[in-house]
């Protein structure tokens, strides 16, 4: 009963998301600033009906899909272990996803609020969370760091895990000191993302090398 509750405020907040796009249509321009360079300009537009209800249906679409991942997985049992952790992470992904579109709607509104500084502070919280969640996940076929080495065993898993979410909150860390680099940001943003999924890429490898043994 509580997840459905959960469930259909995400719901809502989604609908919410239709409606201020539905509301605002007549007071966008025809073309839409729509993507941003390294530097905060814009260097991208689209049609004001793409800018405005495309980031909405494909909140609706990842919604529907964040439902069916716990159905479908043939080791649901393991994700049902760490649900509550699962669901405010669609939760909060979601939330991300809003923040990035409201940007955009604001931005043309009017209201140029800088993506460089707004982006990152909500990136760095979302990888934050996900350094959690890894760390409370179980083996399944969708949720966490899926290499053929952690999905064989659950020693592996769980070592690749531990130091995955350590990482991935490092990586958070760093996406929130981006936001005092300007132009630079992308990059705390970027590398030490990138480089946390290569060291436990190759981690889980010689973890199962080493349970082999």
Excluded: C
């Excluded at 989604?14 to 260097?43: C, D, Q, R």
């Excluded at 130091?163 to 940001?185: C, P, Q, T, W």
Aim: hydrophobic content about 55%; charged content about 15%.
């Amino acid at each position: 009963m509580k997840s459905n509750r959960f469930y259909f405020v995400i719901f809502l907040l989604i609908l919410i998301t239709f409606f201020t796009s539905f509301l605002l249509y007549n007071k966008m321009p025809s073309y839409m600033a729509s993507h941003w360079n390294e530097k905060g300009e814009v260097n991208g537009y689209s049609s004001k009906l793409f800018g405005l209800f495309f980031m909405p249906s494909m909140l609706l679409g990842l919604f529907i899909l964040f439902l069916l991942i716990p159905k479908i997985d043939p080791l649901k049992k393991n994700i049902e272990e760490f649900r509550k952790y699962y669901d405010i992470f669609i939760l909060l992904f979601i939330i991300f996803m809003v923040v990035i579109h409201l940007q955009i709607i604001l931005w043309n509104l009017g209201f140029k609020l800088n993506p460089n500084f707004l982006i990152p502070i909500s990136i760095g919280i979302l990888f934050f969370y996900t350094g959690l969640i890894l760390e409370k996940s179980k083996r399944n076929w969708f949720i966490g760091i899926r290499t053929p080495w952690t999905l064989s065993s659950d020693i592996v898993w769980n070592k690749t895990h531990k130091l995955g979410g350590a990482l991935f909150k490092i990586s958070g860390l760093f996406a929130l000191v981006g936001i005092f680099f300007k132009n630079l940001s992308y990059l705390f943003v970027i590398i030490p993302v990138t480089i946390s999924s290569l060291i436990v890429t190759v981690y889980s490898y010689f973890e199962f090398r080493k349970l082999n043994r």
